[in-house]
T-cell receptor
């Protein structure tokens, strides 16, 4: 195990639903990340947090809303998603931004 | 802009042979590179890293080579085993940057 956990592992939601993804890291890291991984595409960085402060929003639509209450927890709130948002959402953490990142197992999201 | 890419999307090797996975990058200012392995149903897992002041680094059964002249990175896996089957990603960080840029990934399959 990498020390980064994500829940749920699988999620199916309708376009009108509201759901949240949770990430927790047990490594004492200061930076946390959300990535989207779609088939045949490189990992897409969505958000970066450093010491609970958002330092990067990679032009992510507002239907994705991150929350970082402390350095160990990161959430991704989802509402009114589109079918093309179906993907594997990966959380990662690193000691400092730009350093070696440790990934969680991901949440497989399907939007129907 | 920055881009990291892989020469081949798939690679098949015989069990016991050596594998070489390649990666090209375009940012000559990149100073840190990582190889990740992603098995089915899991998040990417750190394999080995190298800084730009080095041209070779060895781990257990893996070697990373960095050629800054042609902006090329490679991962060599010795005596490939069935457990090496996965998608391999390279990632690079620009000097002073606070994020990693990931390549598309190469799927390595092992033939018995």
């Amino acid at each position: 195990e990498t020390g980064v956990t994500q829940t749920p592992r699988h999620l199916v939601m309708g376009m009108t639903n509201k759901k949240s993804l949770k990430c927790e890291q047990h490594l004492g890291h200061n930076a946390m990340y959300w990535y989207k991984q779609s088939a045949k595409k490189p990992l897409e960085l969505m958000f970066v947090y450093n010491f609970k402060e958002q330092t990067e929003n990679n032009s992510v639509p507002s239907r994705f809303s991150p929350e970082c209450p402390n350095s160990s927890h990161l959430f991704l709130h989802l509402h009114t998603l589109q079918p093309e948002d179906s993907a594997l959402y990966l959380c990662a953490s690193s000691q400092d931004p730009g350093g070696e990142q440790y990934f969680g197992p991901g949440t497989r999201l399907t939007v129907t | 802009g920055e881009s990291v890419g892989l020469h081949l999307p798939t690679l098949s090797v015989q069990e016991g042979d050596n594998s070489i996975i390649n990666c090209a990058y375009s940012n000559s200012a990149s100073d840190y590179f990582i190889w990740y392995k992603q098995e089915s149903g899991k998040g990417p897992q750190f394999i080995i890293d190298i800084r730009s002041n080095m041209d070779k680094r060895q781990g257990q059964r893996v070697t990373v080579l960095l050629n800054k002249t042609v902006k090329h990175l490679s991962l060599q896996i010795a005596a490939t085993q069935p457990g090496d089957s996965a998608v391999y990603f390279c990632a690079e960080r620009g000097s002073g940057a606070q994020k990693l840029v990931f390549g598309q990934g190469t799927r390595l399959t092992i033939n018995p």
